[in-house]
């Protein structure tokens, strides 16, 4: 069975990004954009709370007080874009167990959630979602069901675009592709912007991912060369 997690956000966008990350990982998420919403369902239960501290009604704080006032044991993360010091010192107080400063990377949101359930409640991500879909290149073990990239115990964190983009070198290894091919098949049809786009995410993903040789073809696109 799925872990319940309730995450409260008034930034619409933000909201649903986090939900499609959290989701994507195996959780079934509820969300709330304002905290007397969420504070309706603290009778729930959920196995893990991830508040935004500011929202347009009552702050954070608030929410996490009736959390624990509920069971103290319910497991909090805190979200916030104002002080960071204080702020984490408020929420450490109140009983949170991680803090996140805005802006983040989704993925270290999932890593944090994760690390958090497994010692709550024991729980190991990957021993309940086995990642069948992971292949070994490299020296690097990478998932595109869970979008992840890890050599050794180690993860390697990328953006979206950057595992994207990686994911479709790894399909195309030893193929030339153009620079027209990764734009349409990475960033869609409709995009518009400038085709240097692909030259800044192959920059930054070389400096990541350095065990593998993306080479450039001048003039025409890039090549992933891969000996097995």
């Given at each position: 069975?799925?872990?319940k997690i309730y995450l409260v956000e008034d930034q619409i966008s933000?909201?649903?990004?986090?939900?499609?990350?959290?989701?994507?990982?195996?959780?079934?998420?509820?969300?709330?954009?304002?905290?007397?919403?969420?504070?309706?369902?603290?009778?729930?239960?959920?196995?893990?709370?991830?508040?935004?501290?500011?929202?347009?009604?009552?702050?954070?704080?608030?929410?996490?007080?009736?959390?624990?006032?509920?069971?103290?044991?319910?497991?909090?993360?805190?979200?916030?874009?104002?002080?960071?010091?204080?702020?984490?010192?408020?929420?450490?107080?109140?009983?949170?167990?991680?803090?996140?400063?805005?802006?983040?990377?989704?993925?270290?949101?999932?890593?944090?959630?994760?690390?958090?359930?497994?010692?709550?409640?024991?729980?190991?991500?990957?021993?309940?979602?086995?990642?069948?879909?992971?292949?070994?290149?490299?020296?690097?073990?990478?998932?595109?069901?869970?979008?992840?990239?890890?050599?050794?115990?180690?993860?390697?964190?990328?953006?979206?675009?950057?595992?994207?983009?990686?994911?479709?070198?790894?399909?195309?290894?030893?193929?030339?592709?153009?620079?027209?091919?990764?734009?349409?098949?990475?960033?869609?049809?409709?995009?518009?912007?400038?085709?240097?786009?692909?030259?800044?995410?192959?920059?930054?993903?070389?400096?990541?991912?350095?065990?593998?040789?993306?080479?450039?073809?001048?003039?025409?696109?890039?090549?992933?060369?891969?000996?097995?």
């Open positions: 069975m799925s872990m933000l909201n649903l990004l986090l939900e499609k990350y959290l989701q994507r990982e195996g959780y079934e998420v509820t969300t709330f954009s304002t905290g007397n919403s969420a504070i309706e369902r603290i009778d729930d239960m959920p196995d893990l709370w991830i508040l935004d501290i500011m929202l347009p009604d009552i702050d954070g704080y608030e929410i996490i007080k009736a959390v624990k006032a509920h069971n103290k044991n319910t497991p909090v993360i805190f979200m916030s874009a104002r002080n960071e010091e204080l702020d984490r010192v408020v929420g450490l107080e109140l009983g949170s167990d991680d803090y996140l400063s805005k802006p983040f990377l989704p993925r270290e949101l999932i890593i944090r959630t994760n690390k958090i359930l497994e010692r709550v409640y024991g729980v190991n991500k990957n021993d309940v979602n086995q990642i069948d879909d992971s292949l070994n290149m490299g020296g690097y073990r990478i998932s595109k069901k869970q979008r992840t990239v890890f050599i050794g115990d180690v993860e390697v964190i990328l953006t979206k675009k950057e595992f994207e983009l990686l994911y479709y070198f790894i399909e195309n290894k030893n193929n030339l592709v153009s620079r027209e091919q990764i734009l349409d098949t990475v960033w869609g049809d409709d995009y518009f912007g400038s085709d240097r786009v692909v030259d800044d995410v192959i920059r930054r993903l070389r400096k990541k991912i350095d065990k593998f040789t993306i080479e450039t073809v001048y003039g025409y696109g890039y090549k992933l060369v891969y000996k097995s």
